[in-house]
């Protein structure tokens, strides 16, 4: 099949989805102004992205597109991506910009040709487009990586505060997510989808390892053991909290020692490429112009 039948039929299919997402935005418009609403422009933004969740909505299908590439599926876990329509964007992210890319390049090529590197910068755009979405979503998974690992000193000092309160485990995850859900965003999520499936019949203990199996986070799952071991055998859980933040808190000074130790050898460079050369003007330049002065 050639480049000229392709591309009018992927503007076709691109057309349709847009003109079916469109009809639909329109009629929500109309129910609310039947119904004395004001419809917002953030409104009509989440209803077109609740919209194209629905189009890609086949979760079997984003199973089966996850369990190719462990390495997706890790970042889309920890990116946050949970519920239905979530996944469902990112795979509509996944499949709609490499198309995206992939027709730009085509329709540029045809306007400019192919002599010189236009075939060359081409076929970088359209790779650009496969390589991009897992690379916006890894980013996103790493960032919310580094938040995550930033609360965790605060939430096990909340968390032992409400121990030695004499709340239990579950009680004490539940004020948490409930009280401190502005300090603890994201260990808040995290916990709120354990406590939620706990709600319904499940058990918290496998839940909780569920979610720090998925995420693969270290120190999270340290503190998931002690969770759990509280749960099964009871007992207290001060003295392996105090530990575990005193090594937290000896790591995170170690990172920063080391970063204050590169911090110090890029002023060095800096030092050596702008202020030497001025010290050397400086202290050297009256001695080179009286020698010039003298050779001449």
Known sequence: ????????????????????????????RLVERRLSLNPSGKDDALLFSNR??????????IRKYLEKDSELALAVWRA?????????????????????????AALWLLSVGTEGNNLLYAAGMAILGFLLPKKLIVGRA????????DELSLFMQML???????LAVEQALRVLVIEGRKVLPELGYELD???????????????????????????????VVVLRQMLTQGGSAKSSLTKMIEVMNGKRLTDLQEKVSKLS??????????????LVILIAGPGFISLADAFS
């Open 265 to 278: 050898a890029k002023m060095t460079i800096v030092m050596v490429v702008f202020f030497f050369p001025a």
């Open 52 to 61: 194209l969740a629905d189009v890609f909505n086949d979760q079997e299908r």
């Open 193 to 223: 989808t354990a406590l939620r499936r706990a709600e319904q019949g499940l058990s918290l203990e496998s839940e909780l390892q569920t979610t720090a199996a998925a995420l693969d986070h270290p120190e999270f799952t340290d503190i």
């Open 142 to 149: 790493e960032a919310r990586m580094k938040r995550l690992s």
């Open 1 to 28: 099949m050639s480049l000229w039948v392709i591309i009018p039929l992927l503007l076709l299919v691109g057309a349709l989805v847009g003109y079916v997402i469109y009809r639909q935005m329109q009629e929500r």
């Open 80 to 104: 946050g991506f949970r519920t239905h329509q979530q996944r469902a964007l990112m795979f509509a992210l996944v499949a709609i910009l490499p198309l995206v890319l992939a027709t730009a």
């Open 160 to 166: 032992r505060i409400l121990f030695d309160s004499g």
